[in-house]
């Protein structure tokens, strides 16, 4: 067994503060921290002699998955304490579960650090609740990455629409115009609420509500752009009517709808 450890954390949407408690703690005992550039404004927590970005390389291309499993496995053997700072929660989307089972084949010692999810927090502090008592009684999280018409398609679009709770797409804003389609087909109406949150909780956050028919129109619109979440379900236009007084200090100065 290594002498080492790695703490798979999560940083929060990107507002510091939304980071947790012990996040931060671990983050100024760690020897190293591993990020890529989702943690965004939170990286600010991180001292520049401890940050490892495995996010990009020199000359833009990603950094393989495989060289960041290696890595925490060769600095854990070293003895480190090392921290993997993910964006939002390490097992949502984030390659968490990927990188545990890699430590463990490995024998090296890990603990996990939850983190707000951005399909949670994302909507949240644009003033949408993910589940409502009169609207929405389930959510579902889901990859937008990959192509709805594809007949593989690891994301069942149709039972999505049928259970008639929140879909929260992560990932979703290229392929939004295939599963807004999708949703369609499979009997969604065309007058159900969307909404797009580009950089929940950083101090340029955007966000962008429309209808699943109108919806791509808004994000050309707007110009919409990655990290954003798409929120789809009636609870997408409790913002509309709160909006007046949901204190935002994450909004100012931004075109909003
Ligand atoms: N582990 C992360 C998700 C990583 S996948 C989490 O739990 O939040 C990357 C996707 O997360 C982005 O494409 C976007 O859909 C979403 N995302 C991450 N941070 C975001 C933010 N601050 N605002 C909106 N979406 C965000």
Do not use: C
Request: glycine residues 12%; negative net charge.
């Amino acid at each position: 067994m290594a002498d080492g450890i790695v703490y798979l954390v999560g940083s929060g949407p990107g507002d510091p503060e939304l980071l947790t408690v012990k996040a931060r703690r671990l983050i100024e005992e760690a020897d190293v921290v591993l990020h890529d550039k989702l943690p965004g404004p939170s990286l600010a927590l991180v001292p520049d002699e401890k940050a490892e970005d495995v996010g990009k390389r020199a000359g833009g291309e990603r950094t393989p998955q495989e060289y960041t499993n290696d890595r925490l496995v060769e600095l854990a053997q070293e003895g480190r304490t090392v921290v993997r700072l993910k964006g939002g929660d390490p097992f949502v989307f984030g390659r968490g579960g990927e990188e545990m089972e890699h430590l463990a084949a490995h024998d090296v010692e890990f603990e996990v650090v939850p983190g707000v999810t951005a399909g949670v927090a994302g909507p949240g502090v644009a003033g949408i609740p993910v589940t409502h008592r009169e609207y929405a009684s389930s959510v579902s999280f889901v990859t937008g990455h990959e192509d709805p018409t594809k007949p593989e398609s690891a994301v069942d679009w149709a039972a999505l629409a049928a259970t008639g709770g929140t879909i929260v797409v992560y990932m979703g804003v290229g392929k939004l115009p295939d599963y807004t389609a999708a949703l369609r087909e499979a009997g969604m109406a065309g007058d159900t609420p969307v909404a797009l949150v580009e950089r929940g909780s950083w101090p340029d956050q955007r966000v962008a509500v429309g209808t699943l028919a109108s919806i791509v129109d808004v994000r050309d619109e707007v110009g919409i752009e990655p990290p954003a979440v798409t929120i789809i379900g009636p609870v997408a236009a409790t913002r509309a009517r709160v909006r007046a007084f949901l204190a935002s200090p994450y909004e100012s100065g931004n075109e909003q709808s």
